[in-house]
C-alpha cells in the first residue's frame, strides 16, 4: 500500500486498485498482466519521485540509492506454485528474488516477497538482499546479486511472474501489493 516514500504501485496507479491474477489447470511459466492484457511492469523512476507528491527526493537520482520492492498476495488450489519478482519488461527471466517452489497443498493462503535492493550506474550492479514467505514456509533471507551491463536507470523495471509446477493443479495466483519505495 503507497505510503510517503512509495516511488511506484502497479496496483493502485496501473490497475485501478485491481489486484493482478493468473489461474492455471496445468503447468505453466508467464508474467502477471494488467487487467487490460498489458504487461504488469513496476517502474523504478529516475529520478526518484513519490507518487503522492511532486516533490524528488533530495539527491534526485535513483542511482546509489537503496528501494524496497514488495511483491504480496494469495494463492488458492495450486499444490506447487513459485511466484518470482523479474529483472526487465514483460520477462520471465532473470530472476530477481522469488518464493521458491512452494508446496501449499491445494489449500488457500499468502505469500509475500520482499526486496531491498540498489543500483549504481558505474558499477552497473543491482545488490540487496530478499525476504519473506509462501504460506507456512519462511523465505531465508538471501543476498542477490545481478550485473546489469544494459540496463540504464531509465530502465530500471521488474516483472511478477508465476510458474505452476503441477499439472491440473487448478490454481488462482494473485497478486495485491506489487510495489515500490525509497529507503
Known amino acids: 500500500m503507497a505510503n510517503r516514500n512509495t516511488i511506484a504501485d502497479v496496483i493502485n496507479r496501473q490497475n485501478n ?8 489447470t496445468t503447468t505453466l511459466h508467464k508474467a502477471f498482466p494488467l487487467a487490460d492484457g498489458s ?27 537503496p528501494f524496497l520492492v514488495r511483491l504480496a498476495g494469495t494463492v488458492k488450489g495450486g499444490e506447487k506454485y513459485q511466484v518470482d519478482l523479474c529483472l526487465g519488461s514483460n520477462v520471465i527471466t532473470p530472476v530477481v528474488a ?11 493462503d499468502n505469500w509475500l516477497i520482499e526486496a531491498e535492493m540498489m543500483f549504481d550506474s558505474t558499477s552497473g550492479f543491482l545488490r540487496g538482499f530478499q525476504y519473506g514467505w509462501a504460506g507456512p514456509a519462511q523465505i531465508s533471507q538471501s543476498a542477490l546479486s545481478q ?15 508465476l510458474t505452476i ?14 510495489s515500490a519505495e525509497a529507503l
Open 39 to 65: 504487461a504488469a511492469v513496476l517502474s523504478i523512476n529516475n529520478p526518484m519521485t513519490r507518487i503522492d507528491g511532486d516533490a524528488a527526493f533530495p539527491n534526485f537520482s535513483a542511482d546509489g540509492r
Open 98 to 108: 522469488s518464493t521458491g517452489l512452494s508446496a501449499n497443498g491445494l489449500t488457500a
Open 165 to 178: 509446477a503441477t499439472a491440473n493443479a487448478n490454481a488462482t495466483v494473485t497478486v495485491t501489493e506489487f
Open 147 to 161: 550485473v546489469l551491463s544494459s540496463v540504464t536507470l531509465a530502465g530500471l523495471q521488474f516483472t511478477a511472474a
Open 17 to 24: 486498485g485491481v489486484p493482478l491474477t493468473l489461474s492455471a
